[in-house]
Nanobody, 120 residues
Framework: HVHLVEGGGGLVQPGGSLRLSCTASGSDVSIYAMGWYRQAPGKQRELVAG???????DFADSVRGRFIFVRDNAKNTVYLQMNKLETEDTAVYYC??????????????WGQGIQVTVSE
């Protein structure tokens, strides 16, 4: 079965940087879309950055220019380099992917979530 394996995150001071990674495990997967969402306490889950089935990469307006999204097709992995972090970036970050696997067909997957805290 396919899993989204997330890494990175943690606690950082404002202005600092963190990098998140997400790998789609499993063999013979075909990825149509993949990216990062986040959910802060009391707020709805929102897209942070990711590529869609059309191949283009989208960013939330609040992170554009600060966050860098990198896709490594050979490793079925995406990275989110978060720079100039602000307290408003504090949230649980979730990896999401629309992918096909021989065992489960095409479906939507979510990672378990990873905490990012930006604080003095």
């Amino acid at each position: 079965h396919v899993h989204l394996v997330e890494g990175g995150g943690g606690l950082v001071q404002p202005g600092g940087s963190l990098r998140l990674s997400c790998t789609a495990s499993g063999s013979d997967v075909s990825i149509y879309a993949m990216g990062w969402y986040r959910q802060a306490p009391g707020k709805q889950r929102e897209l942070v950055a990711g590529f869609n089935s059309g191949g283009s990469t989208d960013f939330a307006d609040s992170v554009r220019g600060r966050f860098i999204f990198v896709r490594d097709n050979a490793k079925n992995t995406v990275y989110l380099q978060m720079n100039k972090l602000e307290t408003e970036d504090t949230a649980v970050y979730y990896c999401n992917s629309d992918l096909f696997s021989p065992g489960d067909g095409r479906r939507d997957y979510w990672g378990q979530g990873i905490q990012v805290t930006v604080s003095e």
